[in-house]
């Protein structure tokens, strides 16, 4: 599959931490996602009911950061490929990339991200 969906920085503010003040203050969240799938149809078509709307994904992508609660980031990360796959059959492949740019552990400078690839299983 050579086709794909990018959403880059999509930024929200979040609960998420294994800390307590982690999930009263909560801090900034960052997301990079891409998304395999065939965009051949809808390219030919000019029809967006052949692919993926994009801004549709990327609501659906911070809403669960923003409403759902995580003591991982790899969970949140897990949860949004989970309901990007239930939302979304036409995606086969997607990564996911949360940078937590305000983690709170004791360096002067750095990213803390976590990212994972996850293929669509089919029955």
Known sequence: MTDRIFI?????YGYHGVFPEEAVLGQRFRVDLTCELDLAEGARNDDLTKTVHYGELAQLVEKIGKTRR????????EAMATEIFATYPPIEKLTIRI???????????????VEIERERTRD
């Open 99 to 113: 940078t937590k740019p305000e983690a709170p552990v004791p360096l002067s400078t750095g990213v803390i991200a």
């Open 70 to 77: 995580f003591k991982l980031i790899e969970a949140l990360a």
């Open 8 to 12: 880059n920085d999509l930024r929200f």
